[in-house]
């Protein structure tokens, strides 16, 4: 008997899924930031500050940082230039030059509000406030810094003494007079609805170490040092910062007791800068532990301890968990801190801290791209840390979706008392309702809805010989354990893709130990026989991290691979098969099947004649029908130039789904020609005297500016660099290599590519359509499709130049002059193991797909290679052919 006592429920990958997307859409409250510069003065400050806090020439030293290396990377992938800063550079003055606006509205995108602290230095230089409502979706607020406004008093003071010739010895009312005048500005602040908050920077100037003495004695000591602080000025005409204990203490104190004494019930709050700084900071005294007492002393006062504390990031974590009025913010780090450190400090924070007293901010200061990385920075950590956490069980996936929108929006739009409506980002930046995650459970339901309760259930998988494998569970057991919030996962043997075929294990490979098979429900179909319904899985390991191995998971990693680079493609295969009919042979051999080729009266491509024979009509019709029913809605239908050969266009999908859209087609084509009697086999070459049969793969860019040559060009120069190495993957078989040939319309034998040039492996269709003619149905589509992918997008990450021109013939007939002029080359592989030897020597294709897959992968077809090659011909034919 199974105990789920103390079992960890994991989450399928459509919920962590959902997470990613919660990540990707919740807009942004920025609670903490600092206003843009004026264009003229962009000069004036240098944009290496952009991830660090140094200055002055300390800051040279920033080129050789991990947060700068990224920051390149990142800016070098938006703005789509060389990956060195010199290039980042340039192309932002190009930005600055061609359209301001625009650029400071994709380096802002994603922000509802900015409330803005606008008392750094250098304030001539910065835009004011209410300039920036046009970059967001709701107007900006204003952050005041108490530390300025005490300063500017101070030094008007000092300059009208000056001015009059007073002398010293009538300071005493002075110092009364900066106190009454400094309590007006912020009893205004807290009646001005344009103010929501106050800001600190006493980290900066004495240190967070505030005395803690009854407010008297802090008046009595600070009076005697503004005397002196106004005397020097007197004398000196020049006064910048406040610097001096007693009245910064003062100040916060202050501003503490307006806020508490105040008669609204709806407190502002102060924040606090804590931890990293420049080397003003005074960081001895910068840990926000130094505040505990002064915490203590204004209990209903909020207090934001800004930048995570960093490093002090457990301090801030600690006193946020503990005190009601106190909320840790994790800005700034990103991007002043390395990818891996953020990744702990998001956890460090989350080791005590209530998400609830969490909060975001950019930080964002002078330049745009500040906000831009940070805000790029976050979303990769959040997607990193929050997702691994719900495959582990540490979280529910709802809960891991409402921590992202209380800490990104709704914590500060309470603490701010802001009351901005929450609403979710399309793409383009325009509202999205919120949306309401289904469970797997509410999703099995609506699926079944309005139709009879299948039999059993199908999660499926294809391996590494393209074989489609899948295991059945009941339907009462599986709709019980959705129902009872068990988990539906399925242990499989982790020899699952150690083997062949005919299922012989490659040697060194043991059936020891179990992966985790999840079912994805948005994979959902009905099919592909009567009673049953089928998902896709994906394999991780026990702890729920992803398997390396699991193909479907290869391509999702690819998909994510483009969209960090801006780049996201719909996939459309043909589904090019063979009917044959079963021969029985004389009774001694009356179990083995062989196929033969259905009778004929004169196949070629395109003609008519065969859809006039009634079984084969009714056959094509009800796959057309049958999948139209499983929302497969299939584009063309047309004979092939094979006897029995016929060709069903599948629409256009994102890849996985295209991917798991074309194994399921596959599947219930099959099952009815079954049905009707016959044989439907993908094998690509079953008959010598006969054409061959494929499964061409069609690729659009759907992301903008895929019709741009600067991005499609890359794009096929990556596919075709590392095309002999793809051909592992494409053509997976011995088989496959009997197909490829010059002048059969198979894409040839050399790589390069042609405008509508069918004799080529890569066709251009049309300038963002384009299709891969070097694969068959033997392949595994996720390891085919993830490997184009990752080498497509690799290209247009690296402007690959496309050193092959337009081919307009067959290669096979260009002259070597004509390969020369045209950068036709290389050939493609000639059989499996040379395409096997391909990949392993392609060290960037197999750190793609990952070294433990290609290892395991060639392994397994080295040993398909060597059974295959101890059958004669026939034999090997009527193998393949009875199981593809």
């Avoid at 264009?39 to 806090?53: F, G, M, R, S, Y």
């Avoid at 002393?297 to 503990?322: D, K, N």
């Avoid at 059989?831 to 020597?841: C, H, I, P, T, V």
Wanted: charged share 25%.
């Amino acid at each position: 008997m199974v105990s789920w006592a103390g079992m960890r429920a994991t989450a399928t990958p459509s919920q962590v899924d959902a997470v990613a997307r919660a990540i990707r859409s919740t807009p942004i409250i920025d609670h903490h930031a600092h206003p843009l510069l004026k264009p003229e003065a962009l000069n004036k400050h240098p944009l290496l500050a952009i991830t660090t806090e140094a200055n002055g020439d300390a800051i040279d030293s920033t080129t050789t940082t991990l947060p700068h290396l990224r920051a390149v990377r990142q800016l070098a992938s938006v703005l789509r230039c060389g990956y060195t800063w010199e290039a980042v550079v340039a192309a932002i003055e190009e930005k600055r030059l061609e359209c301001p606006e625009d650029w400071t509205a994709d380096c802002l995108f994603g922000i509802e509000t900015i409330l803005i602290d606008d008392g750094l230095d250098g304030e001539d230089d910065a835009n004011a406030y209410p300039w920036h409502d046009d970059y967001t979706r709701s107007r900006c607020k204003r952050i005041v810094r108490i530390e300025k406004i005490a300063a500017d008093i101070i030094r008007r003071i000092g300059s009208e003494r000056s001015d009059q010739g007073t002398q010293d010895a009538s300071l005493e009312g002075a110092f009364d007079g900066w106190v009454r005048e400094f309590d007006t500005y912020i009893r205004t602040a807290l009646d001005d609805p344009e103010v929501v908050g106050f800001k600190s920077v006493v980290c900066y100037r004495t240190g967070l170490d505030v005395a803690t003495e009854p407010i008297s004695l802090l008046e009595s000591r600070a009076a005697g040092d503004f005397k002196s602080l106004v005397a020097d000025v007197h004398a000196r005409q020049s006064f910048v910062k406040l610097r001096t204990k007693s009245l910064n203490d003062l100040v916060v104190h202050r501003t503490a007791q307006l806020i508490r004494d105040s008669p609204s019930r709806r407190k502002k709050p102060i924040q606090f800068h804590t931890g990293l700084g420049d080397s003003d900071l005074a960081l001895a005294k910068a840990s926000p532990s130094h505040l505990q007492e002064f915490i203590r002393q204004y209990p209903t006062v909020p207090i934001v301890l800004l930048h995570a504390g960093y490093p002090f990031t457990r301090e801030t974590g600690y006193l946020a968990s503990v005190y009601d009025n106190v909320y840790a913010d994790i800005g700034e780090v990103f991007p002043s801190v390395s990818q891996d450190g953020q990744e702990r400090i998001l956890r460090e924070i989350l080791e005590l801290c209530p998400w609830s007293k969490i909060l975001w901010s950019t930080d964002g200061h002078w330049f745009p791209e500040t906000y831009l990385l940070a805000i790029l920075q976050m979303r990769e950590v959040f997607e990193t840390v929050l997702c691994d956490y719900v495959r582990r069980g540490h979280m529910g996936w709802r809960a891991a979706i409402d921590l992202v929108r209380d800490v990104l929006f709704k914590n500060a739009n309470k603490l701010y008392h802001l009351e901005l409506d929450f609403s979710e980002l399309e793409e383009d930046g325009t509202a999205l309702s919120q949306t309401a995650y289904q469970s797997d459970a509410d999703t099995f339901r609506a699926f079944l809805k309005n139709q009879p309760a299948p039999d059993f259930v199908r999660i499926c998988w294809n391996d590494f010989t393209g074989t489609q494998r899948m295991r059945m569970i009941p339907f009462r057991k599986f709709a019980s354990l959705l129902n009872e919030g068990k988990p539906t996962d399925i242990g499989i043997t982790t020899a699952a893709f150690s083997l062949t075929g005919n299922d012989r294990l490659v040697p060194g490979t043991y059936p020891t130990g179990e992966y985790r098979l999840h079912p994805d429900f948005s994979s959902l179909r009905k099919g592909p026989v009567e009673g049953h319904i089928s998902m896709n899985g994906e394999f991780r390991d026990q702890s729920g991290a992803t398997g390396p191995l699991c193909p479907r998971s290869v391509l999702q990693r690819a998909v994510a691979f483009g969209a960090e680079n801006d780049l996201s493609f719909l996939i459309g295969f043909e589904i090019e098969f063979l009917l044959v009919e079963r021969v029985r042979l004389e009774p001694r051999d009356a179990t083995t099947a062989r196929y033969s080729a259905i009778p004929t009266d004169g196949h070629a491509w395109s003609v008519s004649r065969y859809f006039a024979d009634p079984k084969i009509a009714a056959l094509l019709r009800d796959m057309v029908a049958t999948l139209d029913e499983m929302g497969i809605h299939a584009e063309q239908l047309h004979a092939e130039s094979a006897t029995g050969q016929f060709e069903l266009v599948l629409p256009p999908c994102p890849p996985v789904e295209a991917a798991d859209t074309l194994l399921h087609a596959r599947d219930v084509m099959s099952a009815l020609a079954t049905a009707a009697g016959y044989k439907l086999t993908l094998h690509p070459k079953p008959f010598a005297h006969e054409p061959g049969t494929a499964s061409h793969m069609h690729m659009s860019l759907s992301s903008a500016g895929g019709d741009r040559p600067e991005v499609y060009q890359p794009l096929y120069a990556g596919i075709l660099r590392h095309l002999r190495g793809i051909a592992a993957f494409t053509y997976a078989n011995p088989a496959s290599y009997e197909r490829a040939t010059d002048g059969a319309w198979s894409g040839g034998r050399w790589v390069t590519w042609g405008t509508q040039n069918r004799e080529t492996a890569l066709r251009k269709i049309a300038a963002s359509h384009w299709e891969l003619k070097w694969m068959d149905g033997l392949a595994n589509p996720y390891l085919a499709v993830a490997a184009v992918l990752f080498a497509g997008v690799r290209g247009v990450a690296d402007r690959e130049p496309l050193v092959w021109g337009d081919c307009e013939i067959d290669p096979s007939k260009l002259t070597a002059d004509d390969r020369k002029e045209l950068g036709v080359t290389q050939m493609v592989p000639a059989n499996l193991g040379e395409a096997l030897r391909a990949l392993k020597e392609d060290r960037e294709l197999v750190e793609f797909m990952g070294a433990e897959l290609v290892d395991r992968y060639v392994a397994v077809k080295s040993l398909e290679l060597e059974i295959l090659g101890k059958m004669g011909d026939e034999e090997r034919r009527q193998w393949l052919m009875g199981r593809y």
